[in-house]
């Protein structure tokens, strides 16, 4: 059954979507009358407009080069150190251009050779020490977040490669995996998956509540019981108009038991209204672990062999708009927790968020250098652009060769365009 925004009336969206509240729910009785809501996207220019998460995959790779700087001993490095590493760095073009793009993060001298050489400004080097301490200071936070994902995966367990996919995301330190013993508690252990990879596992016999259950329970519509229907909290979008009977559907949608990400599945059967909940419930709560409370979603896609998601996870999000909003800047896909951002007191912030903010007023700073570098240049008659041509020639990496201007834009990006994982 198919409902659109733009479909004539229906006389019924689903014939039995009853509120249960039983502690179980017999396969013989799961609905698997799954109603096929198409959900018209509607632009909402607040979720559109936040700083932390419109720059998020800009700021990547300017800490992964930040990293590369710091952790040299002197402190500094030269251009060939980094140069081809541009892939593994998640830079979006050749280094040396991009490490111009932020004058108010990196800063570069003439080094033996006469080599381009890179150092962190004194304002960088200061958020860079602050971050180390949110690292030591935070450290069980962190693990605890790391805890709850793989928790949530079906077996408890989860690849490395996996986990460093989403260590982004999670705000850990590229090398928390390095230092176990400090790091990581007795509950964690290392195993080897059936399929070869290697793997961390967590041995925990406490039941996690979600952060949807916590609210529940807080605001006195939860006794902390299973399979009780607890409603996820919605956040309409300006303008957006939803026919009755997509109405009805979410408001019955609502009335289901709601299955814990942390809980056994699999007496859920697929395609059934309570696995859907089910779903949307593990999304919600992946997204609360985040820092920005939000991920690129092609990048969550990793995770449906683990997690039990359905092939066409991505129209979770599509069809319940009240909860989630798809981005669609930086020509990609970004699913927002619309929740961390209506209500301020049913999340709690990442401690690294206050981090990655001051970053991006460095990001803010470094595009007002540049465009005063150009403006000075062309007062001058041209006579002092050669300082923006010249560094910017050189910093080809002595290969490309090529003459190319400096971009005043944070970054190079077309925010109208989306990816082919987005249509509508």
């Known amino acids: 059954m198919s409902i659109s925004s733009d479909s004539p009336p229906l006389h019924r969206i689903t014939e039995s979507m009853s509120s249960h509240c039983c502690s179980h729910i017999s396969p013989s009785y799961q609905k698997a009358n799954y ?20 720059k ?22 030269p251009i060939y150190r980094v140069s081809k590493r541009g892939f593994a760095l998640d830079v979006p073009m050749k280094v040396a251009k991009f490490l ?7 800063e570069e001298f003439s080094g033996e050779y006469n080599y381009p050489w890179f ?29 709850k994902l793989i928790l949530m995966s079906k077996e408890k367990v989860l690849p490395l490669k996996i986990i460093q996919g989403m260590e982004w995301y999670l705000g850990l330190p590229d090398d928390f995996l390095h230092y176990t013993e ?10 080897t998956m059936e399929d070869g990879l290697e793997g961390l596992a967590v041995d925990s016999g406490e039941k996690v509540l979600s952060v949807v259950q916590r609210n529940a329970m807080k605001n006195g519509v939860y006794s902390g019981g299973s399979m009780e229907a607890v409603e996820f909290p919605c956040f309409p979008s300006k303008g957006l108009r939803l026919r009755h009977q997509i109405k009805d559907w979410l408001e019955e949608f609502q009335k289901l038991p709601y299955v814990s990400p942390y809980e056994d599945s699999s007496h859920l059967q697929p395609d059934s209204d309570e696995c859907e909940k089910r779903v949307v419930g593990l999304l919600h709560e992946l997204l609360s672990l985040f820092v920005e409370h939000s991920a690129e979603r092609k990048k969550l896609f990793c995770l449906k062999k683990y997690m039990g998601l359905p092939q066409k996870v991505h129209r979770a999000f599509e069809r319940h708009p009240e909860i989630f909003y798809l981005s669609h ?60 041509l010249d560094l910017e020639h050189k910093c080809e990496d002595r290969g490309g060769g090529e003459n190319t201007k400096v971009d005043l834009d944070l970054e190079s990006e077309n925010v109208d365009n989306r990816d082919g994982e987005c249509s509508q």
């Open 182 to 191: 400090k790091n990581l508690d007795r509950s964690f252990r290392f195993v």
């Open 119 to 147: 150092k962190l400004t004194p304002e960088a080097a200061e958020i860079d020490r602050e971050e180390k301490r949110v690292y030591e200071d935070c450290r069980e936070d962190l693990r605890d977040r790391l805890k």
């Open 56 to 77: 998020s995959i800009v700021l990547k790779p300017i800490i992964n080069l930040k990293n590369c700087i710091a952790e040299d001993p002197n402190g500094c490095i």
């Open 35 to 54: 109603v096929n809501v198409y959900m018209k996207w509607k632009k909402d220019s607040y979720f559109d407009t936040i700083e932390h998460i419109d």
């Open 329 to 388: 800047k930086n020509k990609t896909c970004t699913a927002i927790l619309k929740e961390a951002y209506c209500d301020e007191s049913a999340i709690e912030k990442h401690p690294l968020l206050a981090v990655r903010k001051k970053y991006i007023r460095l990001m803010r700073e470094s595009a007002v250098i540049l465009k005063n570098r150009r403006v000075n240049g062309r007062l001058a008659g041209g006579g002092n652009m050669e300082l923006d």
């Open 100 to 106: 111009r793009k932020y004058p108010s993060i990196f």
